[in-house]
C-alpha cells in the first residue's frame, strides 16, 4: 500500500523569500502631518499674526517715533554745536551797492553758529553769481568766526521811470529794484516808455554818434516800442524816426552846430521823416506840444 502523501509543513521558497523581505522593512507607519502641525508651517502662520498686529501697534505709535526722532536730532545738533570749532558769527559784504541784503544771505546759506570750516565756497560763490545783478562774487573764510563776501555789481547806465517806480538797468537790459539809491543815481539818463530797458543798448550805441548832443541829454522815451524822443537839459525833445536813427542824430547836432536850433524857442525837433524837419514853438507856458508816436 502506498503511504498517503504527507502535508507540506513549510512555504514554498517564493513565499518564504516574500515574508523574509517584509520582515526585514517592518511593519509600514504613515509618517505624514496634517497641514497645521507642519512647524515651517505653524511658523509663517505666527509671523504673520504677529506682522498685523505689530503694524496696527505701529501705526498707533508713529506719532511717538516721530517726536521722538525729532527730539533725539535737535540733542545730536546740539552735541555737534557744542563741539564745533569756528562757528559762524559774522557775515561781512564788501561792494554791495544795489543788492538785497536778503539775497545775498539766501544765496549764501548760512546762519549763525554754522561751522565755518563747513561752508562750501566755490557752490556760495555760484549762487551769488546767480543773482541777476552780479557780476562776480569771492567767498572767503576769515577764522575764527567771519565769512568775508566781495561782490563786484553790475554798472547802472540808466534809471528807467514806469509809472511811480523806478528801476535801475545795466547796458544789457538787466533791472533791479535796489534797496537804496546809490551814490550819483541822480546823473543817471533817465529812461521813459514801455520796454525801454530792452532797448538800452541801442540806445547808448546811437548815443555814442553824438558825444557832444549826449552831454545835453537828459532822459529818453522809448514811444510806441519802436522809436526815440531824447529830452535835452533845456527841455527840447528831438524826436528821431524808426529808420536809420543815427542819421537823423546827426543832422541834429549839425543844426544846433550851424544855427544854435536847440537852444531856442522851439519845444521839439522832429526828424522823424527823413527829408522834413518840422519845428514846433513851446506853448506860452513853456510846455513842449505832444505829438503823435
Given at each position: ?9 513549510k512555504?514554498?521558497?517564493?513565499g518564504?523569500?516574500?515574508?523574509d523581505r517584509?520582515?526585514k522593512r ?45 527730539r533725539?536730532?535737535?540733542?545730536s ?22 543788492v ?6 539766501a ?8 561751522s ?13 553769481e ?6 562776480g ?58 520796454g ?20 545835453q ?31 537823423a ?26 527829408d522834413?524837419?518840422?519845428?514846433r ?10 505829438g503823435?508816436?
Amino acid at each position: 500500500m502506498s503511504a498517503a502523501p504527507k502535508t507540506a509543513s513549510k512555504k514554498s521558497p517564493a513565499g518564504r523569500r516574500d515574508y523574509d523581505r517584509r520582515k526585514k522593512r517592518g511593519p509600514m507607519r504613515k509618517t505624514s502631518r496634517p497641514l497645521w502641525r507642519q512647524p515651517m508651517l505653524l511658523g509663517i502662520v505666527v509671523a504673520l499674526l504677529g506682522c498685523g498686529v505689530g503694524g496696527g501697534w505701529w501705526a498707533s505709535r508713529e506719532g511717538w517715533l516721530v517726536e521722538a526722532q525729532a527730539r533725539l536730532d535737535a540733542v545730536s545738533r546740539s552735541v555737534v554745536s557744542a563741539i564745533t570749532p569756528f562757528k559762524l558769527a559774522d557775515v561781512t559784504v564788501e561792494g554791495r551797492d544795489y543788492v538785497e541784503r536778503d539775497a545775498i544771505l539766501a544765496a549764501l546759506d548760512v546762519k549763525s553758529g554754522d561751522s565755518l570750516l563747513g561752508v562750501d565756497l566755490q557752490a556760495s560763490r555760484q549762487r551769488l553769481e546767480a543773482i541777476d545783478w552780479v557780476a562776480g562774487a569771492t567767498v572767503e573764510r576769515r577764522l575764527p568766526d567771519t565769512l568775508y563776501v566781495t561782490l563786484r555789481e553790475r554798472r547802472a547806465v540808466a534809471l528807467w521811470q514806469n509809472g511811480t517806480e523806478y528801476t535801475l538797468i545795466d547796458r544789457n537790459g538787466r533791472t533791479v529794484r535796489a534797496s537804496r539809491m546809490p551814490p550819483g543815481a541822480e546823473s543817471l539818463l533817465l529812461l521813459g516808455g514801455p520796454g525801454a530797458p530792452e532797448h538800452v543798448g541801442e540806445l547808448l550805441l546811437l548815443l555814442a554818434y553824438e558825444p557832444a548832443l549826449t552831454s545835453q541829454l537828459r532822459a529818453a522815451v522809448w514811444v510806441g516800442q519802436r522809436r526815440w524822443n531824447l529830452v535835452l537839459n533845456s527841455g527840447v525833445e528831438i524826436w528821431l524816426p524808426e529808420e536809420d536813427a543815427v542819421a537823423a542824430l546827426q543832422q541834429a547836432a549839425k543844426l544846433e552846430a550851424q544855427h544854435k536850433l536847440l537852444s531856442r524857442e522851439f519845444g521839439v525837433v522832429d526828424l522823424r521823416l527823413p527829408d522834413k524837419l518840422y519845428l514846433r514853438k513851446r506853448g506860452p507856458d513853456g510846455a513842449v506840444p505832444s505829438g503823435p508816436a
